[in-house]
């Protein structure tokens, strides 16, 4: 019988005998796939999606890092990513962090084709360098904040590999037969039950559960999120991951993540609409102005802050001729632009608006 302050060196490897093809996994999956597929098409109507790949992540970042209680906002973190590193405060370095983690990994992954146990291993140590590989010390415990243990996960350094290997397996095995979006809550919950890590194990996995949906070629970019809809819905969340280790009923956790789906899909595909309207917008009105206006959209709209030496250095002209251009540009009200420090940061505000 499953005791949450005894460490779970039961948990049953993958796949349990369950019956993934149930109606309504089904029906909630098909439309999942239909609003993620909507959100990929979507996606190559900005013209490069590239650069708006990392802008995107950053509010994941941040989402992600405020579930471990590593503070501060989007706007914050786009303002650092502007700055030199010896600039940046410590929350905002973190969350930069993470994102730099999910781009490197993200590149990774489209060469590598697969998402192997030393993939999890070195990934988890870029996010935290301090602490690599996998648990060694027993008696980690998960606890809520009045020090009440929630869960116990298994310990012994072979165990969890034993574990992990299996997941492994799971995750890169194609010919299982189970739709890879009912198939994304389980990984997420069997990763979450190892916990193989010291630390963050949080963000590592749902940094792994972006970059699944990319393995499965439900998107061709990283740009579904689940961060900001757990935050929302933290006690309903915890509360899904007790019951499953409780009654070994993966249910209520693959109806809640295909919720999440169906609902981040939409958020996320309205946002690129917006943001290929603004973009649009930005560029008819710089075409009037002697600039090169294609040039200067994409650099503005993949650098949501940018300082003048970085818009010279991209726009590749003399720094009296990008002071020229922005000065155009501030007349024009195309641009905003703000002091931190001693950086003056140039940005289109309803683009950023539209980030945070």
């Known amino acids: 019988?499953?005791?949450?302050?005894?460490?779970?060196?039961?948990?049953?490897?993958?796949?349990?005998?369950?019956?993934?093809?149930?109606?309504?996994?089904?029906?909630?999956?098909?439309?999942?796939?239909?609003?993620?597929?909507?959100?990929?098409?979507?996606?190559?109507?900005?013209?490069?999606?590239?650069?708006?790949?990392?802008?995107?992540?950053?509010?994941?970042?941040?989402?992600?890092?405020?579930?471990?209680?590593?503070?501060?906002?989007?706007?914050?973190?786009?303002?650092?990513?502007?700055?030199?590193?010896?600039?940046?405060?410590?929350?905002?370095?973190?969350?930069?962090?993470?994102?730099?983690?999910?781009l490197k990994w993200f590149e990774r992954l489209k060469k590598e084709g697969g998402i192997w146990f030393n993939f999890l291993v070195e990934l988890q140590g870029l996010i935290e360098p301090q602490k690599t590989w996998i648990r060694k010390i027993p008696w980690t415990v998960i606890a809520n904040n009045m020090w009440e243990i929630l869960y116990t996960p298994p310990v012994w350094e072979d165990?969890?590999?034993?574990?992990?290997?299996?997941?492994?397996?799971?995750?890169?095995?194609?010919?299982?037969?189970?739709?890879?979006?009912?198939?994304?809550?389980?990984?997420?919950?069997?990763?979450?039950?190892?916990?193989?890590?010291?630390?963050?194990?949080?963000?590592?996995?749902?940094?792994?559960?972006?970059?699944y949906l990319v393995l499965t070629k439900k998107l061709d970019y990283p740009i579904l999120f689940l961060s900001e809809y757990i935050n929302k819905t933290r006690q309903q969340y915890y509360q899904l991951l007790s019951y499953t280790t409780s009654s070994w009923d993966y249910s209520k956790i693959i109806v809640y993540l295909l919720e999440w789906m169906i609902f981040q899909a939409k958020s996320t595909s309205d946002k690129i609409i917006k943001i290929r309207n603004l973009m649009d917008k930005i560029e008819q009105r710089l075409s009037i102005l002697k600039v090169d206006y294609h040039k200067i959209t994409n650099i503005l709209f993949s650098n949501p802050f940018l300082t003048i030496k970085e818009f010279e250095k991209l726009l590749w002209v003399a720094r009296i001729t990008a002071t020229r251009q922005i000065k155009k540009l501030e007349e024009q009200k195309i641009i905003s632009s703000m002091k931190i420090w001693k950086n003056k940061l140039i940005f289109i505000q309803d683009f950023i608006n539209l980030l945070i």
């Open 159 to 211: 165990n969890i590999i034993r574990l992990l290997t299996n997941l492994e397996k799971f995750i890169n095995n194609s010919s299982d037969d189970i739709d890879a979006l009912i198939k994304m809550p389980v990984i997420h919950y069997q990763f979450e039950s190892i916990h193989p890590f010291f630390d963050w194990n949080g963000r590592t996995w749902r940094i792994l559960n972006i970059l």
């Open 1 to 102: 019988m499953f005791d949450k302050t005894i460490p779970y060196n039961d948990l049953p490897l993958l796949p349990w005998d369950f019956d993934f093809d149930k109606k309504e996994f089904l029906k909630l999956a098909i439309k999942a796939s239909e609003e993620i597929s909507k959100l990929n098409w979507l996606s190559y109507l900005i013209p490069n999606i590239e650069i708006l790949v990392s802008p995107l992540l950053i509010k994941e970042s941040v989402e992600s890092s405020a579930i471990e209680n590593i503070n501060t906002t989007t706007l914050k973190v786009l303002q650092s990513n502007a700055l030199s590193l010896d600039s940046i405060k410590w929350p905002e370095k973190e969350v930069l962090h993470y994102h730099n983690a999910i």
